[in-house]
């Protein structure tokens, strides 16, 4: 029986562990809402050096033009740089993703060897205690 839930329980592991997530506290929130405040003021201070720059250059309207096409193209150079970071992390994580999955199904084979005849002396008690282990990670994965 044990060797038919396998890939069941293997499954539901792989799933809740790439669906959890890291949960940051307060203070690492606000520092990233600091940045990202202190981030944009730098960026429209530059804009408008740059602007101020083109001025002694261009006319008012060109100096403006200019200034936004260059802000953004650094602001789509900034989009495609994250965007390859997140796709390497992305093919990371599913390079290991084979590995993971040997990993817990020759631990769950283990495991049932184990417990096999335990379980078939008790089996009273190992009904309580996998349903008492279910709801405990139940509400631990979410």
Do not use: W
Not at 14 to 26: F, H, T
Not at 62 to 73: C, E, Q, R, S
Not at 82 to 107: F, G, N, Y
Not at 129 to 141: C, E, H, V
């Amino acid at each position: 029986m044990l060797s038919l839930l396998e890939p069941v329980i293997a499954q539901a592991l792989m799933e809740g562990l790439a669906q959890r997530k890291q949960r940051g506290g307060k203070a690492g929130f606000v520092l990233v809402l600091a940045a990202a405040l202190l981030a944009t003021a730098g960026v429209l201070l530059l804009v408008y050096a740059l602007y101020g720059g083109l001025l002694t250059y261009f006319t008012a309207p060109k100096a403006a033009l200019a200034a936004g096409v260059i802000t953004l193209l650094c602001a789509l150079l900034c989009a495609l740089g994250a965007a390859m970071v997140t796709d390497r992390r992305r093919k990371k994580h599913i390079e290991q993703l084979p590995a993971l999955a040997e990993t817990i199904q020759k631990s769950l084979a283990q495991l049932g060897h184990e417990l096999e005849v335990p379980v078939r002396d008790n089996p009273g008690t190992a009904l309580l205690i996998a349903g008492l282990a279910g709801f405990m990670s139940g509400k631990r994965l979410h």
